[in-house]
Structures are given as C-alpha cells and as structure tokens.
C-alpha cells in the first residue's frame, strides 16, 4: 500500500555530506515508523537509523551516531538522513523501509519493516 522512493544519492568525497530523501506515496506515512538501512557490496543488510511516527523517537546504529540525523515531515510525506563526515566505509545502497506502528519505539530490525525503497547508491571516495 505504501511505495517509498529514495533520491539524494551520489558520489562525494571522504569528510563530506549528503541529504539522502524518502518520498512515499499510496497513503500517509504518519502512523507509520521510517527507517534506514544500507548494503554495501559483498556485506549484509545493516540498519542505520529510524524514527517513530511523530519524530519523538529516533534510532541510530552506532556506525554513524554523531554524524546522522533521521528526520521526517508527515505533511510532505517525506523522511530524510542528513550524513555527515562520511567515510569509505559508508559506500552502500541505501534503503527506506517502514512498517505501521503508532508506539514510541522505532526499531532498527530490518525484520520488522514491511515496505522497502529500492535503494540509492552512496559512493564515498577517498
């Protein structure tokens, strides 16, 4: 029912950023937890960071607490990963998920979210 599409990607060099956006369509996301998670080549699926329906709670993996912030706007549908000093290691496709959920908790199991973006690649060189 809901499709999330990512943009925002791209090619930086190491120490820069990047505004990574999640537009979603089909219904309002504003009951609905938002989530990160990236996958570089040869690697598992990782989460990095999530928000609840209101923004009051966020998530981050360790990876890239301090240089991250999740944030949502209900009312243009729309969440967003502000990525800071980021590093080679943060080369991946990065995936916006959610699952519908009004609690206060944002999960950072992949398990747990329901629709999938299909990715935009994030390339830092060195």
């Known amino acids: 029912q809901v499709q999330v599409v990512e943009s925002g990607g791209g090619l930086v060099q190491a120490g820069g950023s990047l505004r990574l956006s999640c537009a979603a369509s089909?219904?309002?996301?504003?009951?609905?937890?938002m989530g990160w998670f990236r996958q570089a080549p040869g690697k598992e699926r990782e989460f990095v960071a999530a928000?609840?329906?209101?923004?009051?709670?966020?998530n981050y993996a360790d990876s890239v607490k301090g240089r991250s912030t999740i944030s949502r706007d209900n009312a243009k549908n729309t969440v967003y990963l502000q990525m800071n000093g980021l590093k080679p290691e943060d080369t991946a496709v990065y995936y916006c998920?959610?699952?519908?959920?009004?609690?206060?908790?944002?999960?950072?199991?992949?398990?747990?979210?329901?629709?999938w973006g299909q990715g935009t690649q994030v390339t830092v060189s060195s």
């Open positions: 089909g219904r309002s996301i504003s009951t609905y937890v």
């Open positions: 998920a959610g699952y519908y959920s009004t609690g206060y908790y944002a999960s950072g199991r992949g398990s747990e979210y329901v629709y």
């Open positions: 928000i609840n329906w209101s923004g009051g709670s966020t």
